[in-house]
Nanobody, 121 residues
Framework: VQLQASGGGLVQPGGSLKLSCLVSGFTLDDGAVGWFRQAPGKGREALSCSTRTSTFYADFAKGRFKNSRDNGRNTVYLEVNSVKPEDSAVYYC?????????????????WGQGTLVTVSS
């Protein structure tokens, strides 16, 4: 199983970004994929996860973050709208496979390499 995160870069405050996580080694319907971020000097923060049937968000992520899947591309996306400087971080996707529960897993088996997002004018 491999995950390849992409889509990071420099974004102006108030703008939007869309991150991608290309999954290989299993079909999305057979697993769960989570999104996390880690800002400099801070711990890792869970943002969202999706399973075959459900999508969940951390309380602070509800509204500005959107998690979606493209099963045909075996890719999971994370959109962030109205970005703020405090959204600057390395964003990671992680997978748990196989996973058929409707809830998010507590732990993930495979992590992508991360993609850096910098929010600055």
């Amino acid at each position: 199983v491999q995950l390849q995160a992409s889509g990071g870069g420099l974004v102006q405050p108030g703008g939007s970004l869309k991150l991608s996580c290309l999954v290989s080694g299993f079909t999305l319907d057979d697993g769960a994929v989570g999104w996390f971020r880690q800002a400099p000097g801070k711990g890792r923060e869970a943002l969202s996860c999706s399973t075959r049937t459900s999508t969940f968000y951390a309380d602070f992520a509800k509204g500005r973050f959107k998690n979606s899947r493209d099963n045909g591309r075996n890719t999971v996306y994370l959109e962030v709208n109205s970005v703020k400087p405090e959204d600057s971080a390395v964003y990671y996707c992680a997978a748990k496979w196989p996973w058929y529960s409707d809830s998010c897993p507590r732990e993930y088996d495979t992590w992508g390499q991360g993609t850096l997002v910098t929010v600055s004018s």
